[in-house]
């Protein structure tokens, strides 16, 4: 197996991972804490559990009260996904790969959770005292966060390929083909 196809199938897997987890947890909120029912559960002086339905996409945007509404959410999301699969599936470097598989794995929860209750399930509550620098979030969207701001730095900071790895770039090109 080429470094090519090994790098896929790892974010294949991590997207895979951040799906269950993200379904894990809020099987768990949903399930035996009742959060749905409770509303607020807290844990730590500086983090919360509490219940937030997210009828929109990022930050509430566009939110879609009807199912048609969330149909189209749904649909959107989705294209969405599988343009970051097939970007995903092109990209040789692992740390490339690592940050689409995130926003993969948590887009996918997300896109789930809208499909069968018509909005997302956040919980996380993040605080320090009264002041809540992010708003109430999941697995998903932390994961998503951070699959951007790794693409973000890459983007800024990682300088062009250099001609070892165009070399090596071609030899996975031979190696695949073969």
Same mark, same amino acid.
């Given at each position: ?8 199938? #790892?974010?294949?897997? *991590?997207?895979?991972? #951040? ?10 909120? /949903? ?18 559990? /509490? +219940?937030?339905?997210? $009828?929109?996409?990022?930050?509430? *945007?566009?939110? &879609? ?11 959107? /999301? ?8 097939? +970007?995903?599936? $092109?990209?040789?470097?692992? @740390?490339?790969? /690592? ?8 887009? !996918?929860?997300n896109i789930r959770?809208r499909y069968l209750?018509?909005?997302? #399930?956040?919980? &996380?509550?993040?605080?320090?005292? @009264?002041? $809540? ?10 994961? !998503?966060? #951070? ?6 730095? $890459? ?24």
């Open positions: 197996m080429s470094t090519t196809h090994r790098n896929r199938a #790892i974010g294949l897997a *991590l997207a895979l991972i #951040i799906f269950l987890l993200d379904q894990a947890i809020k099987a768990l909120v /949903t399930g035996p804490l009742r959060l749905d029912e409770v509303g607020h559960i807290p844990l730590l002086p500086f983090f919360d559990l /509490t +219940w937030t339905e997210n $009828r929109g996409v990022s930050l509430g *945007l566009f939110s &879609a009260q009807s199912r048609e509404g969330q149909l189209v959410l749904v649909g959107l /999301t989705s294209l969405i996904a599988a343009v970051v699969t097939v +970007w995903m599936l $092109r990209e040789r470097l692992l @740390g490339d790969i /690592t940050a689409l598989a995130l926003i993969l794995g948590g887009a !996918i929860g959770d209750y018509g909005y997302v #399930i956040d919980y &996380a509550d993040l605080h320090i005292g @009264g002041v $809540r620098p992010f708003l109430i979030f999941n697995v998903a969207d932390a994961a !998503i966060s #951070i699959g951007v701001v790794i693409i973000l730095v $890459r983007s800024l900071f990682m300088s062009e390929k250099p001609a070892e790895t165009q070399a090596n770039r071609k030899a996975d090109d031979s190696a695949e083909i073969s």
